[in-house]
Nanobody, 121 residues
């Protein structure tokens, strides 16, 4: 079982910055992709950014958000700058990879518990 623990959300004024962290733990053998998603009230969950050998961003956050990872710590980060009220949402991390189980190596796809980001003056 792979668990994800997120941190770093909060309340920030428009134009401010926040940094989210997501640490994966468990019998992880390899990680293929790490990503951040968000869900605003009344809206569907949407992809924000992913990182594999490269990075990919939603158009709405490009040039403002930066995703990065520390492979030694199995941790993914999301640096959010120039925040706007429309960035307000619950942010979730997602990690896919392979883990060691009693049945051998198996693929996993785990989600974090979510962290609230509120951008308001």
């Amino acid at each position: 079982q792979v668990q994800l623990v997120e941190s770093g959300g909060g309340l920030v004024q428009p134009g401010g910055s926040l940094r989210l962290s997501c640490a994966a733990s468990g019998s992880i053998v390899s990680i293929h992709i790490m990503g951040w998603y968000r869900q605003a009230p009344g809206k569907q969950r949407e992809l924000v950014a992913t990182i594999t050998s490269g990075t990919s961003y939603a158009d709405t956050v490009k040039d403002r958000f930066t995703i990065s990872r520390d492979s030694a710590k199995n941790t993914v980060y999301l640096q959010m700058n120039s925040l706007k009220p429309e960035d307000t949402a619950v942010y979730y991390c997602n990690v896919e990879g392979r883990s060691r189980t009693n049945g051998g190596l198996k693929r996993f796809n785990s989600w974090g518990q979510g962290t609230q980001v509120t951008v308001s003056s």
